[in-house]
């Protein structure tokens, strides 16, 4: 209070109101007539649970806002009036005017920001205990809520309608507008928009599927969505999400973030933390516009922006602003011109051309002929694709993407030189903290067809038939199998499913009959069958006792339960109470792989090519697709599961980070991963990369084409030792280098009786031995091996014998 009549005014009519400390104005409301002051520091209104805090916060130096926050965790802001127009740090206030008016006005008594509430008999100012600022009048009906303004921040009960926009800060922990937005579009759809100075551009949900396709409903005019209090949010468009905690009591919070994502957050009130419960988009790099004008957001492997090969940042500070071309780009020039191919790259939008069947030179020339062109991306997915490109935005590089951009520059450009920054750091689930890398580089790609040429086909294919439209959208990958498209690329898009959440312990204890049926047991522990309350059957994992931190444990397996793949065990939640740390899991029936390959009971040739397909599609997508780039550590023929049609569906992944924290004495310290499965690196104390995964899975491979586990030690000659393995090796070797014909036939499963593919066999077996090289550098990616893989898997049948 400046004014000593004003606060001799103020203190007069809140007297009732006052916390009993002299100097303290805390407040749980604002009458008409009185005001707060940006210098007191204790001039706040409190909800009457005290769980949110209504005040002056400062944004900057000498700069304030009046806002709105959580008041344990006083840094999370979730409102804030003035946010692109803040107040001075002296002589500035907040005021319920006699007119009705809530007005705050600066040092030099210009009005930075009011409600419409003037000529209204507003008669006080109070803070919900749900973060609500309303106006009420004397009979106690609300004229004004600050629910209706919402920043970056929805909360619970907080109804977000159409004419609202949660608006992101302009970079982290900063409050002032940034560039995405979440609204609810013409069509009635929920989408985040990237609205930068140069561009806009929707990128969510996916802009490359429909509606429909999107699991959306665009019939429902009423747009309108909310989060209630257990953490699951619903939208008049049919999205529903939850957080992966839902249930009572925890207090959430969904934010607009800086980065363009759109997440929501539940606080541990124990660590004072948020934690991620929900996102948007688990590939950071699918928002539009992070990287400004030509820059490109790489996984590096947290997202980076980069500038292109010719160009530079324009303002390291401000990736809004992209990269320049140091080169000047005339209509003259057209034959001095050169192209600089950048693999893996996309930029999304502002296409000039687009040609679905045309030749790499047709499509150069087609750039090359028009001024406007500054690239092209070209594609071989079946017949080449070509865009030429108006402009360069949203530019990404993906492992997965399957095309090529190809800059033009000036002959006499010197196309190096790039420029890296870390929009942020995201954590890395690997075999072990500290050592650990991974490998980004690749040499090969997927040779299939692309995610949007494919969307196309499915365009046309949905409009011819309408009305069946939904249901493609129900029967999802069923239906792209059925159409022999390969599913590999298309199954980390999909939406993530609500159905991941946390399970209390006594829960877990009824549906597994208190843990009667054990299915297997493994290093990190004992598996239990059992059947949720909605009759789903799973797989409960029980792991150790000395696991690690109730925190570290939520936010980990989190990570792990959005990662989606159909040749991956899906997690569908956890339980994390007291010492108890279980992991739910799908119910997979046709048990693991080893059942099926060192029994009586075993595959046949289709069976095992199909096994190792899925599987090197699992590992490929963990290695390289997927937002965190896991490291299985342990693949082994008791990690791959079968299900009904013995498609593989790999299990154990994600865990090796989860058991590292185990402390010194926990079983769990050693090195993770199964003797005769470890590559030589494990015992060379190298660092650990995928291509540890990749040396035990050739190791399975080749144990499927023999039918016998390779990874056993045997006794040769009497003392020596060798593994089986390592004979294998030998033999093919030798047999190979003889040009003996019948090599294959000597080394396949003899229980297959000569049915097998002949080309599969001899495929197999080279990538497997190539897998297993001592010098990992020579070993293969997982992607260049499904590559391969996928080339000859129509080859069965055609030379049985
Ligand atoms: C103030 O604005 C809100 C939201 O736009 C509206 O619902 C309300 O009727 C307005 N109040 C007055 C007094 O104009
Ligand atoms: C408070 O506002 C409501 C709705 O605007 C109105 O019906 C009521 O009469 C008002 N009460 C007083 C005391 O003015
Ligand atoms: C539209 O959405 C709202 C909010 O989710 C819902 O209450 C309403 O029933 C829906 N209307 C139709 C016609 O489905
Ligand atoms: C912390 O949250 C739990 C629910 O998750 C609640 O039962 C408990 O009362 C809270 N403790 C405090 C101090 O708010
Ligand atoms: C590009 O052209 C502008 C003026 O047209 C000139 O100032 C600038 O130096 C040129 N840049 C390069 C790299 O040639
Ligand atoms: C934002 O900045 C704060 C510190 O100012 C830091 O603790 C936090 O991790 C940052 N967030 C991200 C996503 O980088
Ligand atoms: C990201 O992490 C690296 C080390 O892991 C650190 O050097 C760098 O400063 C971090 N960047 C940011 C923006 O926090």
Not at 32 to 41: I, N
Not at 442 to 468: E, H, N, P, Q
Not at 588 to 617: C, M, P, Q, Y
Not at 762 to 774: K, M, N, Q, R, Y
Request: charged fraction near 20%; charge should be neutral.
């Amino acid at each position: 209070m400046k004014n000593p009549t004003g606060s001799i005014i103020f203190l007069f009519l809140t007297v009732s109101f006052l916390i009993p400390h002299t100097n303290s104005k805390t407040l749980n409301h604002l009458k008409r007539g009185s005001s707060l002051s940006v210098e007191g520091d204790s001039d706040v209104i409190t909800s009457p649970d005290n769980s949110f805090t209504c005040g002056f916060y400062s944004v900057g130096t000498n700069a304030f806002g009046f806002g709105i926050w959580f008041t344990q965790s006083s840094k999370t802001v979730v409102w804030m009036a003035n946010r692109d127009k803040p107040v001075n740090g002296l002589g500035s206030s907040l005021s319920l005017r006699r007119d009705g008016a809530m007005v705050l006005t600066d040092v030099d008594g210009s009005m930075a920001w009011q409600t419409n509430t003037s000529s209204t008999d507003v008669d006080r100012a109070e803070l919900l205990e749900t973060g609500n600022l309303v106006l009420k009048n004397s009979s106690g009906n609300i004229l004004w809520q600050s629910f209706d303004f919402p920043t970056d921040t929805l909360l619970p009960f907080q109804t977000f309608t159409k004419s609202m926009k949660l608006i992101s800060g302009l970079r982290n922990g900063s409050f002032a507008s940034g560039y995405f937005s979440l609204y609810f579009d013409n069509d009635n759809v929920l989408r985040l928009i990237y609205d930068g100075p140069e561009i806009s551009s929707l990128y969510w949900p996916n802009p490359d599927l429909n509606v429909y396709q999107n699991g959306r409903t665009n019939y429902n005019s009423s747009r309108i969505a909310v989060l209630d209090d257990m953490g699951v949010f619903l939208s008049s468009d049919r999205l529903q999400f939850s957080a992966s905690d839902m249930g009572f009591g925890v207090k959430r919070r969904l934010t607009m973030d800086y980065d363009g994502n759109l997440r929501l957050y539940s606080f541990n009130n124990l660590t004072g933390v948020w934690l991620v419960s929900w996102e948007a988009l688990t590939q950071p790099c699918n928002v539009h516009g992070l990287c400004g004008r030509n820059g490109v957001c790489v996984y590096a492997p947290e997202p980076k922006c980069s500038c292109p090969p010719g160009y530079e940042v324009s303002d390291p500070s401000d990736w809004n602003q992209g990269c320049k071309p140091k080169f000047n780009l005339s209509c003259s020039n057209s034959r001095r011109m050169k192209f600089v191919e950048l693999p893996y790259t996309d930029y999304y939008g502002f296409d000039l051309n687009y040609n679905p069947s045309i030749s790499i030179q047709g499509c150069r020339k087609l750039c090359l002929d028009d001024c406007h062109c500054e690239a092209f991306s070209y594609r071989l997915t079946g017949q080449g694709v070509c865009y030429t490109k108006s402009a360069l935005f949203n530019g990404y590089q993906s492992p997965s993407f399957p095309g090529k951009i190809y800059l033009k520059l000036p002959m006499n450009v010197e196309a190096s030189g790039e420029s890296e920054q870390t929009i942020y750091n995201s954590s890395k689930l690997v075999c072990r903290s500290t050592d650990a890398e991974v490998v980004v580089g690749f040499t090969s790609m997927y040779d299939m067809a692309g995610k949007r040429a494919k969307w196309v086909y499915l365009y046309t294919f949905a409009s011819a038939i309408g009305a069946i439209e939904i249901l493609i959208l129900v029967t999802g990958w069923v239906f792209f199998r059925r159409h022999d498209l390969p599913a590999t690329l298309e199954d980390g898009y999909r939406v993530i499913s609500s159905q991941f959440r946390r399970f209390s312990y006594a829960e877990l204890k009824k549906a597994t009959k208190k843990f009667k049926e054990e299915l297997g047991r493994g290093g990190s522990g004992a598996v239990y069958k059992g059947v949720l309350a909605d009759e789903r059957l799973v797989a409960v994992k029980r792991l150790g006792d000395a696991f690690q931190g109730e925190e570290e444990f939520w936010a980990e397996v989190s990570t792990i339960g959005k990662i989606n793949h159909m040749n991956l065990v899906r997690m569908w939640g956890f339980c994390s109470e007291k010492r108890h740390r279980l992991l739910v899991y799908e119910y997979v029936v046709n048990s693991s792989l080893d059942k099926h390959l060192f029994s009586n009971n075993f595959l046949g040739w289709k069976e095992r090519f199909k096994v190792a397909i899925g599987t090197a599609k699992a590992l490929a997508y963990l290695h390289h697709e997927c937002l965190e780039w896991v490291i299985h550590c342990d693949v082994k023929p008791e990690n791959i599961l079968l299900d009904g049609d013995f498609e593989p569906k790999v299990a154990d992944f994600g865990l090796a980070k989860l058991s590292q924290r185990g402390g010194p004495d926990s079983e769990f310290s050693r090195i993770r991963g199964t003797k005769g499965y470890l590559a030589p690196e494990w015992a060379m104390n190298l660092p650990i990369t995928a291509k540890v995964d990749v040396y035990s899975y050739g190791v399975v491979i080749l144990e499927m084409v023999r039918g016998i586990r390779l990874s056993n030690w045997v006794v040769v000659d009497g003392e020596e030792a060798e593994a089986e393995l390592t004979r294998f090796v030998r033999i093919v070797k030798r047999k190979n280098q003889c040009g003996e014909e019948s090599w294959l036939e000597e080394i396949v499963d003899p229980r297959l009786g000569g049915q097998f593919s002949r080309n599969q066999a001899a495929t197999l077996v080279e990538i497997g031995v190539s897998c297993i090289e001592e010098d990992r550098n020579k070993r293969p990616t997982m992607a260049s091996v499904l590559q391969i893989l996928v080339e000859c898997e129509d080859d069965e049948s055609k030379d049985y014998t």
